[in-house]
């Protein structure tokens, strides 16, 4: 499944970015990188997206906000949320708009596959989800 999923990755932070893509790459993932909410919701990568890898905190449009502007579009698109920013009412507002998995920073490789796995495992059960 991997060769042929395609993964959003979205954080404002280049090098956390640069790092996922490039962790999630080696694993043999296909991905897409955006440094805002807003540059991937413009991206014609939306709706080929098969799994969105978010950070929380972000200038504009939060992750939390990412969530509520796809699902307003129609995308139902398994997430991951990650945060360097552990708080619990953030954490309850991703997990009741649809996140799988909601991580703290530093994330560890094997919990960010895990979790990457069983998204992309949530999607192709349902099918479309879009």
């Known amino acids: 499944m ?12 280049m090098a956390v970015l640069e790092a996922t893509t490039s962790l999630l790459e080696a694993h ?3 991905t897409a990188a955006f440094k805002s909410a807003q540059e991937f919701l ?3 990568q939306v709706g080929d997206t098969m799994c969105l890898v978010t950070d929380v905190r972000m200038p504009g449009a939060s992750g939390i906000d990412l969530q509520e502007q796809l699902i307003g579009a129609g995308h139902r698109i398994p997430t991951i949320v990650m945060t360097a920013h552990a708080d619990e009412h953030v ?7 649809g996140a799988l998995a909601f ?7 094997d919990r960010l596959i895990s979790c990457l796995e ?4 949530v999607h192709g059960a349902a099918g479309a989800l879009r």
């Open 2 to 13: 991997a060769q042929t999923s395609l993964i959003s990755i979205v954080d404002d932070d």
């Open 103 to 109: 991580l703290t920073k530093p994330v560890s490789v």
């Open 28 to 30: 043999g993932y296909a």
């Open 118 to 121: 069983s998204a992309l495992a």
């Open 91 to 97: 954490r309850e507002a991703a997990l009741k708009r």
């Open 42 to 44: 413009q991206s014609p």
